[in-house]
């Protein structure tokens, strides 16, 4: 219950009252100056003919006379009426006839802020005796509550999630359908001497859905589920985190049966002891806790703990061993029938065109997980909307794609028609040699338009999905990817900083197929050196070098060797597809885009359509000769580093 805004008002009105009380008492101050006389002096003053007004005021009478006394003030007898008193002090009746007579009653509210400007002293010292015992009653609230567990609590009986809303984890689901029986018929099991599973373990890539899977078992079981972050426990108060999971398992014991829900687990159930500079004592307290808790139910609590993470190689061994989380359930990247499950989970009560095909897309967007998915529905219909559609095309999921992969376009960047020209040569020379090359996953989509951080790009992708990558693949994957610069060479005999990136991409796969796939014929099939990583941040601090100076060399000879090979492989398919090496290149610089169909269309050397348009398609840039090579520009699919100063 929130008690601020009572609280607030309550002072409002408090100032309110007090300003109101302020003004009234300096407005009865300001009024004309009076003289206090007695009865007896109004009288004579009646009688001399000098009071133009009686003004009769409870027990006071104010004179107001035609002399610079001004305004006078008397009292009368409040038992008998004023007349009769003047009279009794010898006021002839016609003077008193002569007199203007008037009886002031005061307002109310006059009355009441005199009263309140009385006792505002001491109503301003009960406000603050009061304030300051709330505030110490709140301040002692906090402290007992600090302790107590922050999980929220979702009853199980209008359940939002089912496992019919997740997709793409058959084989998760299936384990986990298990933990659900074991919670609406614990008997079953009991009977049979089977004891109910203490925790359940999600391990999976960010975005799979481990919240979202357990949170389906809570709606599949139709019990309260208990959700709490493992970075919640942790405070800098040392023995908080433990007093937090207490509290928490005391909850779930009062409600069981039910499920305990611990996202991100690894924030405080890390190797205990593997920390740089020791431990952190506040987390070792809250994971023995839990550790503790865990073991600790009985076999009727009826209670399950599922966690989830993406580091289980960081976790804690005591707290990966039977009896603490007996299962672990593994959700890895969907294939493709789970993707296309996962997208009609996602289009429910989405208006979507005939033309759109869930499978294509599906085997369009390998590597995705659910949460990609989400977000590319979700970046669709955005696409559509803004086009004033009332459903959502196949265009519009597919340019959603590109946008998500690819990022958005820079259709209003100002280009020169020389770096265009390079930025056309250099995309179309990774295009041609990727066709050229019999392993190279197929085209999608050239592109001379910016997108992102890149002023072109050549999109491929596998038609299935891979779990194994071969020798020949990766050879003709890295002369695909030498083919920009290996274009600049062979049309302006001159080579750009467009081929950073590149560069760096080759140099990366060529030293793991010497390092770490042995796809080196003169090293042979073993693993050089040993990755050493920061436990606690999951960041590479290096490689452990295991081998002799020797063997380094070799390894630098290799790499270089594949590199220089892949370079040779470009250059070779080049030359012998040099016309459409040139015919790719002048479509790129004429309509900027070239997809799938287009493109081979323009290999076979077949005509696109003309643009349509006021001035018709740009002009082709004429092709520079060879003894005048134009000057390189910077392109490439990676922001150019500026040149060194000499």
Request: charged share 25%; net charge negative; hydrophobic share 40%.
């Amino acid at each position: 219950m929130n008690t601020a805004r009572p609280r607030n008002n309550l002072v409002y009105l408090l100032i309110i009252v007090a300003i109101g009380a302020i003004i009234f008492t300096a407005l009865r101050s300001n009024a004309a100056p009076s003289q206090d006389v007695p009865l007896s002096e109004v009288a004579a003053f009646i009688n001399a003919g000098k009071v133009k007004e009686i003004i009769v005021s409870d027990d006071d009478v104010k004179v107001d006379t035609n002399t610079a006394v001004g305004i006078v003030t008397s009292h009368k007898d409040s038992n008998s009426d004023l007349a009769s008193q003047l009279s009794s002090l010898g006021v002839d009746a016609a003077k008193l006839a002569e007199v203007k007579y008037t009886v002031d009653r005061p307002p109310e509210w006059g009355s009441l802020l005199s009263t309140i400007s009385f006792l505002l002293p001491g109503l301003i010292v009960v406000g603050l005796i009061y304030f300051m015992f709330r505030q110490a009653q709140g301040t002692n609230n906090q402290a007992m509550s600090f302790g107590k567990s922050r999980a929220r609590m979702f009853t199980g009986e209008h359940p939002t999630v089912t496992f019919e809303d997740v997709a793409g984890a058959e084989e998760a689901k299936h384990d986990l359908q298990e933990v659900v029986e074991f919670l609406k018929e614990p008997e079953k099991f009991v009977s049979l001497g089977a004891r109910i599973p203490k925790g359940v373990l999600l391990v999976g890539s960010p975005g799979t859905g481990k919240t979202l899977l357990a949170k389906a078992v809570s709606g599949e079981a139709g019990v309260p589920f208990f959700s709490i972050s493992g970075s919640e426990f942790v405070e800098m108060f040392v023995g908080v985190g433990a007093s937090r999971v207490r509290d928490l398992f005391d909850q779930a014991k009062r409600h069981s049966p039910c499920i305990v829900f611990v996202d991100e687990i690894d924030a405080v159930g890390r190797h205990r002891g593997a920390g740089l500079g020791g431990s952190h004592d506040e987390r070792e307290q809250t994971l023995n806790q839990i550790l503790v808790e865990m073991d600790g139910f009985d076999t009727d609590t009826n209670v399950i703990v599922v966690a989830a993470t993406n580091r289980p190689d960081i976790l804690d061994p005591a707290l990966l061993r039977p009896g603490r989380f007996d299962r672990r359930v593994v959700l890895d990247r969907p294939d493709m029938k789970g993707r296309e499950e996962i997208f009609k989970v996602h289009v429910r009560g989405k208006p979507l065109s005939d033309d759109v095909n869930l499978g294509n897309l599906a085997k369009s967007t390998p590597g995705f997980v659910g949460a990609d998915i989400e977000n590319m529905v979700n970046e669709a219909a955005i696409v559509a909307a803004r086009r004033n559609k009332k459903i959502i095309a196949m265009t519009d999921f597919e340019e959603a794609m590109e946008r998500v992969m690819l990022g958005p376009e820079r259709k209003s960047r100002v280009i020169q028609p020389k770096e265009k020209r390079i930025t056309a040569y250099h995309e179309a020379g990774h295009a041609v040699v990727m066709r050229a090359l019999p392993n190279s996953d197929p085209l999608r989509k050239v592109t001379i338009i910016p997108r992102g951080f890149a002023a072109g790009l050549t999109w491929s992708m596998p038609e299935d999905d891979n779990s194994h990558v071969t020798r020949g693949k990766l050879k003709d994957m890295l002369a695909g990817i030498l083919g920009g610069r290996a274009a600049e060479e062979t049309v302006f005999n001159e080579i750009t900083t467009g081929a950073s990136n590149d560069l760096e991409k080759v140099t990366e796969i060529a030293r793991s197929m010497v390092q770490r796939w042995g796809m080196s014929e003169k090293l042979g099939p073993l693993v050089y050196g040993k990755k050493e990583e920061l436990v606690f941040l999951g960041k590479d601090l290096g490689e452990q070098r295991d081998y002799s100076e020797a063997v380094a060399q070799q390894i630098d000879g290799e790499v270089q060797r594949i590199v220089a090979e892949a370079h040779e492989t470009a250059l070779r398919a080049l030359a012998e597809n040099r016309e459409r090496l040139d015919r790719v290149a002048e479509t790129l610089i004429e309509i900027e885009t070239l997809d799938m169909e287009d493109f081979e269309k323009v290999w076979n050397g077949e005509e696109l359509p003309k643009l349509d348009g006021p001035g018709g398609p740009p002009p082709a840039t004429p092709k520079p000769s060879k003894s005048a090579p134009e000057a390189p520009a910077p392109t490439g699919n990676k922001p150019n580093p500026a040149p060194l100063p000499a």
